[in-house]
């Protein structure tokens, strides 16, 4: 008899265990949402072209950056001189700050109105290489008008060109340069001209005045 009882409650015990619930299978961690992507800065992307563009710059020579009136003669000194004469282009790009631009007003062909045709400075190099190879070119300035706040400068600088030193005039007109000093040099940021033929009209006397 006892050795049924225990029979019957093991049997009883095995059918119970078969019968438990088995524990529901663990479930996996959700994963961490991803970060969202870092929105992008055009002003910290624009300091760090800028950086990099002003590393790669040929060395000025400090007597043409120490001043105003001393980058503005570079400026005109540099561009001038007689056919097949080599000009000294990294002398011209060390004037500019990244970014600068040059702009000759003009009127296309069969066009009545202006138009504004911007280049970089070294757009200015290739087109000037092959220009003075065969063309002599003379520019001078021959009064100045400044306006500046602080570190800020906008020059109106009237020039003459010639194609001798000493040649009959071939353009009269207004160089509208923009300069900046960062704390160790003076900088051209831009230059914005036309000339007294494109314009159709005279250089006023106030633009002509020392």
């Known amino acids: 008899m006892s050795r049924l009882l225990v029979a019957c409650a093991v049997l009883l015990g095995t059918a119970s265990f078969a019968q438990a619930p088995a524990a529901p299978p663990s479930q996996p961690k959700a994963a961490a949402a991803p970060a969202a992507p870092e929105k992008p800065n055009p002003m910290k992307a624009s300091a760090e072209r800028t950086q990099a563009a002003l590393a790669q710059l040929p060395k000025a020579k400090p007597e043409d950056v120490k001043s105003q009136d001393a980058i503005l003669k570079a400026l005109y000194d540099v561009i001038s001189g007689p056919a097949g004469a080599a000009r000294d282009w990294q002398r011209f790009r060390s004037l500019f ?103 159709g009209l005279t250089v006023p006397k106030d633009l002509t005045q020392k």
């Open 97 to 199: 700050y990244p970014g600068a631009q040059l702009i000759p007003l003009g009127k296309p062909p069969g066009a009545t109105t202006l138009a504004a045709r911007p280049i970089t400075p070294e757009d200015y190099v290739t087109w000037g290489q092959e220009s003075t190879a065969t063309h002599g070119f003379f520019e001078k300035e021959i009064a100045r008008q400044t306006h500046a706040f602080g570190a800020l400068v906008q020059v109106m600088s009237t020039y003459e060109a010639r194609g001798t030193q000493d040649g009959p005039l071939i353009a009269k007109g207004v160089n509208s340069i923009q300069l900046f000093n960062d704390g160790q040099r003076w900088w051209v940021m831009n230059i914005f001209w036309i000339d007294e033929k494109t314009a």
